[in-house]
């Protein structure tokens, strides 16, 4: 592997990327105003899997980004305090770090701003405020310290900032690569995938266009556009409530009729409760496929167990129970892909060609069905 320094300007601000080279991925860019340091990753590899940092300190950051799980959980909807239940699929940490926005609305712009919202979410971990996170850290016998040796503060002045920094720099750790397929696909190692996965690859770059959304550059293979798509999924929990509302209202569907949706299924509006964009409608953020094997079940509801389900759905073009449901805001290249069964099994070859070496042994056999743990979502 090779070791990458260099200094770069991106967007607004100063980026110092500082990372050793893994296979398949860019250099990792790390923000100026909170460099790498191996005391603050180990501080937020604590605060991760901190279970006081939840109103019933039950749950942590690790509770639904488990490490044994290729930091995911493994269930349609991640249940937080009280077994309460959100409405989306706990997506994984790992790679995060490349990622532009965060979640699946892309609601946050970096690790730094997403690190502290599950902390503070009801459905999740509970906190009544920034102030009750603060209060953990500052009666915990050693935390004080810690963060004045990390930040060269007083413990007096630990701030929110300071926490998002430390979770920040420690799920910029989580990064893998070096997958099989990105021995065969930029080192030319032959051997490294089967020929079902290698016709899968010219699958996902032709016939069924993955590549289009899961996007690979010339040196290196992200697998995602991070942009948002409404590809039909959950799309029919909220079609009727905004056809409803449109006809109430004698016109096309406007910001502020849509603004009154709201309720269990006001998630399901994806994007658009972030841009307040017609067009976003039920958009949801591309994922990584890198993985992805190991991080059933799919979609950002979890309703799609498997990856041959997943590859029938866009098969099918969308179609639920045979039927392909009115969605004038859907995705033009949701469409009926006509693949053949041997195409059809290549393509979940090839995708499970993505796993990296560390998760090879990550077992997916317990994951929790959609429609036994969680009905209302199917």
């Known amino acids: 592997m090779r070791f990458f320094v260099c200094l770069a300007i ?32 180990a501080l937020g590899k604590r605060l991760f899997h901190d279970k006081r940092f939840s109103a019933n300190s039950k749950v942590s950051c ?3 980004h488990d490490s044994a799980k290729a930091f995911t959980d493994h269930a349609p909807v991640s249940e937080g305090i009280g077994q309460l239940k959100g409405a989306r699929n706990a997506p994984s940490v790992i790679n995060a770090a490349f990622a532009k926005t965060q979640f699946w609305d892309g609601r946050a712009a970096d690790l730094e701003a997403q690190s502290i919202q599950p902390m503070l979410n009801p459905l999740e971990m509970g906190m009544n405020d920034e102030q009750a996170v603060l209060a953990v850290i500052l ?69 069924a266009a993955c590549a289009s959304c899961h996007t690979l550059d010339s040196g290196f293979a992200l697998f995602t556009d991070d942009e948002f798509h409404n590809i039909g999924v959950g799309y029919h929990r909220i079609a009727v409530v905004l056809e409803k509302l449109a006809y109430q209202q004698k016109t096309e569907l406007s910001l502020a009729n849509i603004q009154a949706l709201s309720g269990d ?30 991080t059933p079940p799919y979609m950002h509801d979890g309703s799609l167990q498997t990856l041959e389900e997943v590859v029938d759905y866009y098969n099918t073009g969308g179609a639920m129970d045979g039927i392909r449901p009115e969605n004038r805001f859907i995705d033009p290249r949701i469409r009926p892909l006509h693949l053949t069964d041997q195409q059809k099994s290549d393509l979940v070859a090839f995708m499970r060609s993505l796993t990296s070496p560390q998760y090879d042994k990550v077992d997916t056999v317990q994951a929790v069905r959609g429609d036994k743990e969680n009905p209302e979502l199917n």
């Open 10 to 41: 991106i967007c607004c601000g100063l980026v110092w990327a500082e990372t050793e080279a893994v296979l398949g991925l860019p250099p990792l860019e790390i923000p100026l105003l909170n460099p790498q340091s191996s005391e603050k990753v």
């Open 139 to 207: 009666k915990d016998s050693s935390y004080p310290q810690q963060f004045a040796e990390v930040f060269d503060i007083e413990p007096a002045n630990i701030d929110i900032e300071h926490v998002a920094k430390a979770l920040a720099s420690y799920e910029r750790t989580l990064i893998s690569g070096n997958s099989p397929f990105d021995r065969y696909y930029f080192e030319n190692d032959q051997q490294a995938i089967s020929q079902s996965a290698k016709r899968g690859l010219s699958v996902f770059f032709n016939s």
């Open 265 to 294: 299924n006001a998630p399901e509006l994806g994007r658009f409760l972030v841009s307040q964009r017609l067009l976003d409608l039920g958009a949801f953020k591309t994922p990584t496929l890198r993985n992805i094997e190991k």
């Open 62 to 64: 690790a509770t639904c």
